[in-house]
T-cell receptor, first 113, second 115 residues
Framework: QKEVEQNSGPLSVPEGAIASLNCTYS??????FFWYRQYSGKSPELIMF????GDKEDGRFTAQLNKASQYVSLLIRDSQPSDSATYLC?????????????FGQGTRLTINP | SAVISQKPSRDICQRGTSLTIQCQVD?????MFWYRQQPGQSLTLIAT?????????ESGFVIDKFPISRPNLTFSTLTVSNMSPEDSSIYLC????????????FGSGTQLSVL
């Protein structure tokens, strides 16, 4: 089982709709969760982080965390063509006294005008 | 956030040669991380570089293949040694800026192609 799993997509969503991206993780002790956006040919950019169960909203983005189900999601409201990118879920893991970020394989999102 | 500069941004190299990638941060950071992103894949941590000590390598990565230097709190290098086509990847330097712990920021990356 992969430590962080995402549906690789591609996920196609019409402009103006809600895009829903999902992620599951295997380490029940994980406490910190992140969503990165990566445009083609660019490096990943942090867009959301969440530490507590429930929802966290930032503009058009909402991160949702359910630790009991080991599930993290990212909702993008009023999707725009500029949201077309690969979205990477990442989980902070403690290993050998150090913390490291473990990434899922990413979900490729396309917003259709 | 920190400004993280990587050099070179891209290179095409011959099999059997080595390439050193430089990473410069505009502020002092405790740890610097080197990731690899193979074509169509996600990010895999190669090693963590601490100033004044040897780098800590992840499973599947060894110092002879990926030697790392960390001479001060703002600079690190990653060398990809004795390259093969399988080393063709994007290599990314990343840091936790002071005051933004747990929020990892990435440099612009080095696109490496090995012929």
């Amino acid at each position: 089982q992969k430590e962080v799993e995402q549906n690789s997509g591609p996920l196609s969503v019409p402009e103006g709709a809600i895009a829903s991206l999902n992620c599951t993780y295997s380490d029940r002790g994980s406490q910190s969760f992140f969503w990165y956006r990566q445009y083609s040919g660019k490096s990943p950019e942090l867009i959301m982080f969440i530490y507590s169960n429930g929802d966290k909203e930032d503009g058009r983005f909402t991160a949702q965390l359910n630790k009991a189900s080991q599930y993290v999601s990212l909702l993008i409201r009023d999707s725009q063509p500029s949201d077309s990118a690969t979205y990477l879920c990442a989980v902070l893991k403690s290993s050998q006294g150090a913390q490291k970020l473990v990434f899922g394989q990413g979900t490729r999102l396309t917003i259709n005008p | 956030s920190a400004v993280i500069s990587q050099k070179p941004s891209r290179d095409i190299c011959q099999r059997g040669t080595s390439l050193t990638i430089q990473c410069q941060v505009d502020s002092q950071v405790t740890m610097m991380f080197w990731y690899r992103q193979q074509p169509g894949q996600s990010l895999t941590l190669i090693a963590t570089a601490n100033q004044g000590s040897e780098a800590t390598y992840e499973s599947g990565f060894v110092i002879d293949k990926f030697p790392i230097s960390r001479p001060n709190l703002t600079f690190s290098t990653l060398t990809v040694s004795n390259m093969s086509p399988e080393d063709s990847s994007i290599y990314l330097c990343s840091v936790y800026p002071i005051g933004r712990e747990e929020k990892l920021f990435f440099g612009s990356g080095t696109q490496l192609s090995v012929l």
